[in-house]
Nanobody, 115 residues
Framework: VRIVDSGGGLVQPGASLRLSCAAS????????IKWYRQAVAKERELVAL????????TYADSVRGRFTISRDDVKFEAYLQMNNLKPEDTAVYYC?????????WGQGTQVTVSS
């Protein structure tokens, strides 16, 4: 199983970013995909989840209405569209899949929101 995160960067408050998660090594369409984030000196938190068939999504209260998770089952990719970014969104973002009872993580992509 391999997961590669990308798309982070330094942006100003109110800007948008789209994170990408490229997955391989497992049947992509059989698994839910999650995005987590971890800020400095804080625990890793679940930001968004999309079910294996793409029919349902859930979000942390702090990002609901601003972030959108999606997936492309042809490309074996998942995305996190982040709009109206705030300084408190600054963190390393990780894509995650729970495959055969083991959590697999991307390497993380840094998102920094600062003026």
């Amino acid at each position: 199983v391999r997961i590669v995160d990308s798309g982070g960067g330094l942006v100003q408050p109110g800007a948008s970013l789209r994170l990408s998660c490229a997955a391989s090594g497992f049947t992509f369409t059989s698994y839910h995909i999650k995005w987590y984030r971890q800020a400095v000196a804080k625990e890793r938190e679940l930001v968004a989840l999309i079910t294996k068939d793409g029919s349902n999504t859930t979000y942390a209260d702090s990002v609901r209405g601003r972030f959108t998770i999606s997936r492309d089952d042809v490309k074996f990719e998942a995305y996190l569209q982040m709009n109206n970014l705030k300084p408190e969104d600054t963190a390393v973002y990780y894509c995650n899949v729970l495959y055969r009872r083991t959590n697999y993580w991307g390497q993380g992509t840094q998102v920094t929101v600062s003026s």
